[in-house]
């Protein structure tokens, strides 16, 4: 089916009622527009999907959020944010969300500064200060592992 781009597929696949498979960026992704989109997209997709897809999607994206309790005025926690920059950057691709919390003006239930809470797999923990880098790192990772 020549098509020019996946807006055009899904709409050719909508029209002819059909099941349609297709390759984005060395993913492939089977859609059954009957029923509903089947299989699981590994990988990055770039680009713009123009037009509307209809009905639910179904499923869970597993996610790791990181989240920083700190304030204005803790020296650790300055040092803390500048490494956080660093963080968010090195795993922008990845299934985790960083979270900045600033203490000053939201309340904050920790018992120090900075505080440091992981969210996964219906999880939580919760490190004070802030870890040396590969130490950091190498949590993130090993958690990451457990969301495939």
């Known amino acids: 089916m020549p098509s020019k781009n996946l807006a055009e597929i899904i709409a050719l696949c909508s029209q002819e009622n059909q099941n349609c498979t297709f390759n984005v960026n060395e993913t492939i992704i089977d859609v059954n527009l009957i029923s509903e989109i089947k299989g699981e997209i590994k990988g990055e997709i770039k680009g713009e999907i123009k037009g509307e ?11 790791l959020k990181i989240t920083i309790y700190h304030i204005h005025w803790c020296g650790f926690c300055k040092q803390a944010l500048k490494k ?3 963080y968010e950057k ?3 691709n990845k299934p985790v969300e960083f979270i900045k919390v600033d203490c000053k003006t939201t309340e904050c239930n920790v018992g ?7 969210e996964y797999n219906d999880k939580n923990e919760e490190i004070q200060g802030m870890p040396p880098d ?12 457990t969301l495939s």
């Open 53 to 63: 897809i209809k009905g639910e999607i179904k499923g869970e994206i597993k996610k």
């Open 84 to 86: 956080w920059i660093r």
């Open 90 to 92: 090195q795993y922008t």
């Open 112 to 118: 120090a500064f900075p505080t440091i809470k992981f």
């Open 134 to 145: 590969d130490e950091f790192t190498n949590k993130i990772d090993e958690i990451l592992k």
